[in-house]
């Protein structure tokens, strides 16, 4: 199916067109537009308004729209993005959209994230308090344990890691690269009582030490974090110790 239609968004038509293929699941098959270009315009806009304008059946998410709740990821040409964040060029002129990779499809561009979040309980995603903190726990912006979970607490949970990662889509016991970001921060925060029992849960043969550092996770991410990173720290901690904490 091949559809076209006139712009109707308030910012004007630069009178060019997209072409866009978007995978389907009902029937499974895929469908193409033609979509007017406006300047600036995302890949949600594009999205939009073919939902609007021209089939109201397409399925996708979205939420916050500035790239902060991570409902929106997609795959453009092959790669995983946020479409709320994801510019359409003017070199752009046939875009392939997908589904994520990796997850089972509810309908069209749309994906059961349950894998990817079940994964991300496993390594208790939150703060256990030590018993002896005392309000309020002071840690140097400067201080080492910052240097090492500030530059990963980025995460938004969009699962654009976990879909570009082959280790995780071969193994659906791998806790992933998400999840052992996230447990890298904890495990570096010396406010956080479960440290160890956090560093064992996550370094078995189904967590860091499964990494093959084909580094798509890191090259995946919207947000710019490194998770490959993290999981090359994880080892380094389960091999020689987390700083300042006795094993
Ligand atoms: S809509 Fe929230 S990150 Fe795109």
Redesign the pocket.
């Known amino acids: 199916m091949r559809a076209s239609t006139s712009a109707t968004s308030a910012r004007p038509s630069t009178g060019s067109t997209v072409r866009v293929s978007i995978a389907r699941s009902d029937p499974a098959s895929r469908t193409e537009f033609d979509v007017p270009r406006i300047e600036p315009m995302m890949v ?1 806009d594009l999205l939009l308004a073919i939902q609007r304008e021209q089939d109201a059946s397409l399925g996708f998410r ?11 990821t997609l795959r453009m040409n092959g790669r995983s993005v ?4 994801t510019r359409v060029t003017a070199d752009d002129d046939d875009l392939r959209l997908d589904p994520l990779s990796g997850l089972p499809v509810v309908r069209d561009l749309i994906v059961d994230t349950t894998p990817f979040f079940e994964e991300w309980a496993r390594i208790t995603p939150y703060l256990v308090p030590t018993t002896e903190l005392t309000e309020p726990a002071v840690i140097r912006p400067d201080s080492s344990e910052r240097q090492v979970i500030d530059p990963q607490l980025d995460c ?1 949970n ?1 699962g654009a890691c976990y879909s570009g990662c082959g280790i995780a889509d071969a193994r659906r016991d791998f806790i992933g690269p998400a999840a052992l970001n996230r447990a890298l921060t904890l495990i570096a925060d010396s406010r956080d009582g479960a440290r160890l029992e956090r560093l064992r849960s996550v370094t078995g043969d189904d967590g860091a030490w499964r990494c093959r550092y084909i580094h798509a996770c890191t090259a995946m991410c919207p947000k710019g974090l490194d998770p490959a990173g993290a999981i090359r720290k994880l080892r380094r901690m389960a091999l020689e110790g987390i700083p300042n904490v006795d094993a």
């Open positions: 949600l979205f939420s916050c729209r500035v790239g902060m709740c991570g409902t929106c946020l479409a709320c964040q938004i969009c």
